[in-house]
């Protein structure tokens, strides 16, 4: 079992910056893919970013160029660096961990508000 705990949301204008981490624990040694999601009222959750235990990087389209995914030094945690935000960002990010024959494991989610 992978436990996640996300931290990092909130409120910012159009145009600012937000970071969102991410911390895994359990069977993390398991663990080859992190990466958040998002999910917006009324919408299906979307895939944000994921990057793999050998650094590569997944971005959707709205967010490529804007958003950065990094995992840390430990392994078990990935973050978000949120630039150029946008109100059709807003929506709760999910962090998730994939761990093969255990498949995708899910956080609590954060709530991330864009004003305009």
């Known amino acids: 079992q992978v436990q996640l705990v996300e931290s990092g949301g909130g409120l910012v204008q159009a145009g600012g910056s937000l970071r969102l981490s991410c911390a895994a624990s359990?069977?993390?040694?398991?663990?080859?893919?992190m990466g958040w999601y998002r999910q917006a009222p009324g919408k299906e959750r979307e895939l944000v970013a994921t990057?793999?235990?050998?650094?590569?990087?997944n971005y959707a389209d709205s967010v490529k160029g804007r958003f950065t995914i990094s995992r840390g030094n430990a392994e078990n945690t990935v973050s978000l660096q949120m630039n150029s935000l946008k109100p059709e960002d807003t929506s709760v990010y999910y962090c998730?961990?994939?761990?093969?024959?255990?498949?995708?494991?899910w956080g609590q989610g954060t709530q991330v508000t864009v004003s305009s």
């Open positions: 998730m961990a994939y761990a093969p024959w255990s498949g995708n494991y």
């Open positions: 359990g069977s993390i040694s398991n663990i080859k893919t």
């Open positions: 990057i793999t235990s050998f650094g590569s990087e």
